[in-house]
């Protein structure tokens, strides 16, 4: 393994390489997601409000300008730090944000697909984040409840209306994201996918070959791999590395459509992340990493 030059020391996110989503918004791979800079449970205003407009600020100075958060973080209180932190947005900063899961307490998220919630919601969004069209704007869940094709068919309505850029989907099965494209162009998919879970392999691989951004959520999950003097945490050691850094390094060079959005409320673990960027792997250092899951 080795890093690059330090021709970029301020804005490492700028090495993670780019990705069109949607073939029209170019960003940096390497993305930072917003869930954990409001409070337990991911409920009510976080415990330090300046810190997370600080988090968010450094986030943008080193590179990142692909930003992921929901209408449920908080409720709202994720889109507002947001606005709060970056409000003017600087150029080229995309927004990801979702709707489709509603909240009644910390750590209860309830699926809701009614095509006027979806579209109370992104109003909401608009209003929060003060913009007139959302970059990215994607369904948070699919609600089994309401026929998919309702809940896709609203999202298409509003980017025909102009205030979607782009369309996106979480946690759905390859099965799903098909359906959907029949009614709106797909720019992203957000699944679970980490260096240990990869039970979403099959929609990765899919996004692939459609040219599809895939977002994986809870990127640096890596468990038991991380203990002290476990496998992944020997691998760091030997590289110079954390087993984050190496988590996402593993992610940047498994597909190149992979934008990963780790999300964390101190500034510190924001510049650790964004160092992974620097990181280039072998293909023996990615096949030694990919090997990894098979001990957990």
Not at 41 to 63: M, Q, S, Y
Not at 116 to 132: I, M
Request: with cysteine; net charge negative.
């Amino acid at each position: 393994m080795t890093t690059t030059d330090d021709h970029a020391a301020g804005r490492p996110a700028d090495e993670s390489g780019t990705f069109d989503i949607g073939g029209a918004l170019p960003v940096n791979r390497l993305g930072y997601g917003t869930m954990r800079l409001t409070g337990e449970g991911v409920w009510g205003e976080p415990a330090d409000r300046a810190g997370a407009v600080r988090v968010l600020r450094r986030a943008v100075e080193l590179g990142v300008n692909l930003i992921d958060t929901a209408d449920s973080y908080g409720p709202q209180i994720s889109e507002q730090l947001i606005k709060e932190a970056l409000y003017p947005y600087p150029e080229g900063l995309v927004i990801a944000t979702k709707a489709g899961l509603t909240r009644r307490g910390p750590d209860d998220w309830r699926p809701l697909g009614r095509p006027e919630y979806l579209r109370q919601q992104l109003e909401l969004s608009l209003r929060h984040l003060g913009v007139e069209r959302i970059d990215l704007f994607q369904l948070h869940r699919v609600d089994p409840q309401v026929p998919l094709a309702d809940q896709v068919g609203e999202l298409a309505a509003m980017r025909d209306e102009g205030k979607i850029g782009h369309t996106g989907l979480s946690k759905v099965t390859v099965e799903q994201v098909t359906e959907a494209r029949a009614i709106v162009p797909i720019a992203s998919v957000q699944n679970r996918y980490s260096l240990l879970d990869r039970a979403s392999e099959d929609v990765l691989d899919y996004c692939a070959a459609e040219g599809t951004g895939f977002i994986p959520y809870a990127p640096v999950a890596t468990g038991d791999l991380a203990r002290p003097g476990g496998p992944l945490d020997e691998a760091a050691e030997q590289h110079g590395a954390t087993p984050s850094q190496l988590a996402l390094a593993w992610l940047l060079r498994r597909s190149p459509v992979i934008l990963p959005i780790p999300g964390t409320p101190k500034t510190a673990h924001v510049e650790e992340n964004n160092e992974a960027a620097r990181i280039r792997l072998s293909d023996a250092d990615f096949d030694a990493l990919s090997a990894l899951a098979t001990t957990a």
